[in-house]
């Protein structure tokens, strides 16, 4: 008889985890899509791996070494694109590329025993600790009280860039915070999906939502809903089948993309035969 797998406290703080990176992925993750800052993000994760080696060279814990990271590189972003006009894609793939390289040099320089990667590229469900489900809750937290106070002029940013200019004259502040707040998130849920998969994890679930919506408060709702059922389940496969967590949590929600969208498309064609 197999048994039951809520017996395991891992697996608690898997799926505690999984509400919580659910959250946190929802909801910067539709201001990632709705500002087609796709990019920009998957340059924050992999340039945090820098921090991630940086961590383990000093003796701190990685994933403090990989926010610092992170946020610097998301500011530095910024920084060359508009103060020393180098163009975006070209400072996000010089940060991309550097932050990755300084990972693997202090990562080879860290005396004694040379640490498993494989949760920080990949994610794994054992080592997601009580910290990290913590932090991540911390993260939720601030996020929605964050998005809810100033909802309207993040609204603004997201869509129209130029109209939220003339609604608030902190636009360039409000841009840097939540650029920030992105980066924090992006580190945070390293552990669930891995440096290599994470930016999937903000970027799908807000894709499924707008497969139902286009109002951006219903987009945040069901990407969190999104999230939730492909990280709950793409967990539990991946206990079952022994598979990485993090891979096994894409692949379920790209599933569940697929399926959303083929039954999106087949209803929108018999409602056209129908007229």
């Known amino acids: 008889m197999e048994p039951n797998i809520f017996q395991y406290g891992f697996i608690i703080k898997g799926l505690l985890g999984a509400i919580f990176a659910s959250i946190t992925a929802g909801l910067a993750g539709t201001y990632v899509v709705s500002r087609r800052m796709v990019f920009l993000s998957g340059g924050i994760t992999h340039a945090s791996f820098g921090g991630i080696g940086i961590g383990y060279f000093i003796g701190i814990n990685p994933v403090v070494g990989a926010a610092v990271f992170g946020i610097m590189s998301a500011l530095g972003v910024e920084y060359l694109s508009v103060k020393q006009k180098i163009r975006e894609d070209s400072a996000i ?3 991309w590329a550097f932050g990755m390289a300084i990972g693997i040099i202090f990562i080879y320089l860290t005396p004694g025993y040379t640490p498993n990667l494989m949760s920080y590229l990949f994610g794994s469900i054992l080592t997601v600790s009580r910290a990290d489900i913590i932090a991540l809750g911390v993260m939720s937290v601030i996020l929605i009280l964050y998005f809810g106070i100033f909802y309207r002029t993040i609204l603004y940013i997201s869509f129209d860039e130029v109209y939220a200019r003339t609604y ?3 636009v360039d502040i409000f841009k840097y915070v939540t650029t920030s707040l992105v980066a924090l998130t992006i580190v945070l849920n390293i552990r669930m999906a891995g440096v290599v998969l994470v930016i999937s994890l903000l970027t799908i679930p807000p894709n499924i939502a707008m497969l139902f919506t286009r109002v951006y408060s219903k987009i945040v709702i069901w990407s969190i809903i999104a999230g939730f059922v492909g990280t709950a389940t793409g967990y539990v496969i991946s206990y079952y089948a022994g598979i990485p ?16 969208r083929i039954t999106t498309l087949l209803i929108m064609k018999l409602s056209k035969r129908r007229n």
Do not use: E, K, N, R
């Open 93 to 95: 793939g010089i940060l």
């Open 168 to 170: 608030s004259s902190y």
């Open 245 to 260: 967590v993090g891979a096994t949590i894409i692949f379920t929600l790209v599933i569940i993309w697929v399926l959303v």
